[in-house]
């Protein structure tokens, strides 16, 4: 959408929402498009065009006839858009509510569903909804980025186009094209599943995401109808849990102490025909359940693990290191970044630009006098990005109209008033993905005991589900993870020495470093990815701050003695897992279309799209012992290419972990 077409549609929109008896066409074409070289059947489709772009934005446009007359002729036929059937109803929150609502929020920190999320945010603050709110120490939890996938079909599923993808059958270990509707996306069991009907089976089907092996291609040009009534947490949660299994894996002497913790205890029998392990190695039993959740995590040990069974599980190990050995060893493409390349996320747009502006007006409506810089805060932009949008709002007006007939908005001094809102002065309803982001975020934090047993979050989802009508009932097609802590102790052990102020001791496992270590250290916050909890904490070991896994900490108590007052927080939240320091190495990796969110998941300082959708993406790491692991680990989604010792590591250390399984 062009910055004049971003225009054209807020002066179409005031048109529309400043009539009783609605505009004709001709009307319209003269006095908003200004349009006197177009033929009628080419305006004709610019303006369906045009109202197909402001439903998207939540606004219907009514069609009038004269009566007697059919629906057809331009020349009886007028448009409107009713003023209160577009808006979002009045929703009043408690301090209380309003912190459950903005911890629902942020559980989508980079996914799509996360700009929604912060859309339906503003909408709610922009009709005076929210209060002030003080966001509990303890609790922070968040839903881990899913992938390209993720986000393609989330878009799909709501515009209710079909999709393809290829996919690797568990059942039958062939990867093959899939065609199916996308009804709705769910977590169950630590993953991310997709229930569609198959259309070659014509039959309804589960898929995981982890299995897809391509990315995902929206058929654009087609629609389907979903089931009345669905709800993919109901199907989900009729999915039975896949049963133990054992691998059997040979690992070097010393090597992966935490994969050991994990074997069971006891000697291994081989089976017949299996040979023994090399000298210098163990060989374990690992329980499983999931083939390629072991794999992914098998693969990025790379050398110092041979996977000797089950077949099919040496199978997904060997696949993952192929597509990364063979997508390391690809012709580098040029690297370059233009001159203002964005940091990690989303460019953005004129119709980011037009979202913003249909939020700005009912907020300055309800904030009067706010300081120019305190507005530009709120919406996460710049003074001049501001100043961009408020020149073009004072421009805007009714049609033909007097200087006061276009909307009044003043920043003179810096404080920013409007005198004249035409009818924009009420925020407009949720759409689809900004009712699905509240909903489901505010249903996954029910795994919060301290969050559910408040009263608060009934009552606020209650609220949002009448003020998102229609649209939240379209909530049930996604259903997040479980965000409850899997180590609650710990997890108690911290927030209490957070309250009080009291300094922890705790034994650690690292398993960059493979190695367990004691720390004293001062707790400041905990916060989550799914149910993988975090501890921040000002380390005094390594003399500053550090992020912990609960699930690593092997024993954590106090120590009697008070928290440092000098250590404090990270300035951001969410917080970040890794923190970048000038002396950190500057990396430069590739990621293909399906890898791509990983430039969001490690915070890349500049990226750069390529021709086939993939991206170059700078990244800063203050260890890159680990990184030919990583590139492993996603199995041909992402390599390094400088520093090129660097990219020279990780082939080598991809080829040393096929060597193992050339015989």
């Not at 959408?1 to 549609?9: C, D, H, K, V």
């Not at 094209?177 to 198959?198: C, H, I, K, N, T």
């Not at 990315?215 to 109808?225: G, I, M, Q, S, Y």
């Given at each position: 959408?062009?910055?004049?077409?971003?225009?054209?549609?807020?002066?179409?929109?005031?048109?529309?929402?400043?009539?009783?008896?609605?505009?004709?066409?001709?009307?319209?074409?003269?006095?908003?498009?200004?349009?006197?070289?177009?033929?009628?059947?080419?305006?004709?489709?610019?303006?369906?065009?045009?109202?197909?772009?402001?439903?998207?934005?939540?606004?219907?446009?009514?069609?009038?006839?004269?009566?007697?007359?059919?629906?057809?002729?331009?020349?009886?036929?007028?448009?409107?858009?009713?003023?209160?059937?577009?808006?979002?109803?009045?929703?009043?929150?408690?301090?209380?509510?309003?912190?459950v609502l903005i911890l629902a929020a942020q559980l989508w920190e980079h996914a799509a569903l996360g700009s929604a999320a912060v859309n339906a945010v503003r909408k709610l603050q922009a009709s005076g909804g929210l209060v002030d709110a003080e966001l509990p120490a303890g609790v922070q939890p968040r839903i881990r980025p899913a992938g390209q996938a993720f986000e393609d079909l989330v878009a799909a599923m709501h515009a209710q186009h079909p999709v393809s993808f290829r996919y690797l059958a568990g059942s039958t270990g062939?990867?093959?094209?899939?065609?199916?509707?996308?009804?709705?996306?769910?977590?169950?069991?630590?993953?991310?599943?997709?229930?569609?009907?198959?259309?070659?089976?014509?039959?309804?089907?589960?898929?995981?995401?982890?299995?897809?092996?391509?990315?995902?291609?929206?058929?654009?040009?087609?629609?389907?109808?979903?089931?009345?009534?669905?709800?993919?947490r109901a199907e989900l949660a009729g999915l039975p849990e896949l049963p133990v299994r054992t691998a059997v894996v040979d690992v070097q002497a010393g090597r992966l102490h935490g994969l050991r913790k994990r074997a069971l205890a006891g000697p291994v029998d081989p089976e017949p025909g299996t040979a023994l392990p090399a000298a210098g190695r163990d060989r374990l039993s690992v329980p499983y359940r999931d083939a390629e959740v072991l794999a992914e995590e098998l693969a990025s040990y790379g050398p110092r693990v041979l996977?000797?069974?089950?077949?099919?599980?040496?199978?997904?190990?060997?696949?993952?290191?192929?597509?990364?050995?063979?997508?390391?060893?690809?012709?580098?493409?040029?690297?370059?970044?233009?001159?203002?390349?964005?940091?990690?996320?989303?460019?953005?747009?004129?119709?980011?630009?037009?979202?913003?502006?249909?939020?700005?007006?009912?907020?300055?409506?309800?904030?009067?006098?706010?300081?120019?810089?305190?507005?530009?805060?709120?919406?996460?932009?710049?003074?001049?990005?501001?100043?961009?949008?408020?020149?073009?709002?004072?421009?805007?007006?009714?049609?033909?109209?007097?200087?006061?007939?276009?909307?009044?908005?003043?920043?003179?001094?810096?404080?920013?008033?409007?005198?004249?809102?035409?009818?924009?002065?009420?925020?407009?309803?949720?759409?689809?993905?900004?009712?699905?982001?509240?909903?489901?975020?505010?249903?996954?934090?029910?795994?919060?005991?301290?969050?559910?047993?408040?009263?608060?979050?009934?009552?606020?989802?209650?609220?949002?589900?009448?003020?998102?009508?229609?649209?939240?009932?379209?909530?049930?097609?996604?259903?997040?993870?479980?965000?409850?802590?899997?180590?609650?102790?710990?997890?108690?052990?911290?927030?209490?020495?957070?309250?009080?102020?009291?300094?922890?001791?705790?034994?650690?496992?690292?398993?960059?470093?493979?190695?367990?270590?004691?720390?004293?250290?001062?707790?400041?916050?905990?916060?989550?990815?799914?149910?993988?909890?975090?501890?921040?904490?000002?380390?005094?070991?390594?003399?500053?701050?550090?992020?912990?896994?609960?699930?690593?900490?092997?024993?954590?108590?106090?120590?009697?003695?008070?928290?440092?007052?000098?250590?404090?927080?990270?300035?951001?939240?969410?917080?970040?897992?890794?923190?970048?320091?000038?002396?950190?190495?500057?990396?430069?990796?590739?990621?293909?279309?399906?890898?791509?969110?990983?430039?969001?998941?490690?915070?890349?300082?500049?990226?750069?799209?390529?021709?086939?959708?993939?991206?170059?993406?700078?990244?800063?790491?203050?260890?890159?012992?680990?990184?030919?692991?990583?590139?492993?680990?996603?199995?041909?989604?992402?390599?390094?290419?400088?520093?090129?010792?660097?990219?020279?590591?990780?082939?080598?250390?991809?080829?040393?972990?096929?060597?193992?399984?050339?015989?």
């Open positions: 959408m062009s910055a004049s077409r971003a225009e054209r549609l807020l002066n179409l929109l005031i048109a529309l929402l400043n009539t009783t008896y609605g505009l004709r066409r001709s009307e319209l074409r003269d006095k908003v498009y200004h349009d006197t070289t177009s033929t009628d059947v080419a305006f004709g489709r610019r303006f369906e065009r045009d109202k197909g772009e402001l439903r998207r934005f939540g606004f219907d446009v009514e069609t009038v006839t004269d009566l007697g007359w059919g629906s057809d002729d331009p020349a009886t036929t007028r448009y409107r858009i009713g003023k209160e059937s577009n808006r979002l109803p009045d929703v009043s929150l408690t301090p209380a509510e309003c912190t062939k990867e093959e094209e899939r065609f199916v509707e996308p009804w709705g996306l769910g977590s169950r069991f630590g993953q991310w599943y997709l229930v569609a009907r198959d259309r070659t089976r014509g039959e309804k089907r589960f898929f995981r995401l982890s299995r897809l092996t391509s990315a995902v291609t929206v058929l654009d040009k087609e629609r389907f109808t979903p089931p009345a009534d669905f709800n993919v996977v000797v069974s089950p077949p099919g599980l040496v199978d997904s190990v060997r696949r993952r290191l192929a597509s990364a050995a063979g997508f390391a060893a690809a012709p580098v493409p040029p690297i370059a970044f233009p001159p203002a390349a964005p940091r990690h996320g989303r460019k953005r747009t004129s119709e980011d630009q037009l979202t913003r502006m249909l939020q700005l007006v009912p907020f300055l409506v309800h904030h009067q006098g706010l300081h120019i810089s305190e507005v530009a805060a709120n919406f996460g932009i710049t003074r001049e990005e501001l100043e961009a949008d408020l020149r073009i709002l004072i421009c805007s007006g009714l049609p033909e109209g007097y200087p006061d007939d276009l909307l009044d908005i003043q920043w003179d001094d810096d404080h920013v008033t409007i005198t004249q809102d035409l009818d924009l002065n009420r925020p407009v309803r949720f759409t689809v993905e900004e009712a699905c982001a509240l909903l489901t975020g505010l249903e996954t934090l029910n795994g919060l005991p301290e969050l559910a047993e408040g009263g608060a979050l009934e009552s606020v989802t209650l609220k949002l589900m009448a003020a998102a009508g229609e649209e939240g009932l379209k909530a049930a097609a996604l259903s997040g993870p479980e965000v409850g802590p899997g180590n609650s102790a710990a997890l108690e052990t911290a927030r209490e020495a957070i309250r009080t102020g009291e300094q922890l001791r705790l034994r650690y496992f690292s398993p960059l470093r493979d190695t367990v270590s004691e720390r004293d250290i001062d707790p400041l916050r905990l916060y989550s990815l799914d149910n993988t909890w975090y501890l921040e904490a000002y380390c005094h070991s390594a003399h500053g701050l550090r992020n912990f896994r609960l699930d690593r900490i092997e024993a954590l108590e106090t120590t009697g003695r008070p928290a440092s007052e000098t250590a404090r927080p990270g300035g951001s939240f969410p917080v970040k897992l890794f923190t970048a320091n000038d002396d950190d190495t500057m990396v430069v990796v590739e990621l293909t279309r399906r890898g791509i969110g990983l430039a969001d998941e490690y915070y890349a300082e500049r990226t750069a799209e390529l021709p086939d959708g993939g991206l170059l993406a700078e990244i800063r790491f203050g260890s890159t012992d680990w990184l030919p692991m990583l590139v492993a680990q996603h199995g041909g989604t992402a390599r390094i290419l400088q520093p090129e010792e660097l990219a020279d590591a990780s082939r080598e250390w991809l080829a040393a972990a096929l060597a193992q399984y050339e015989d």
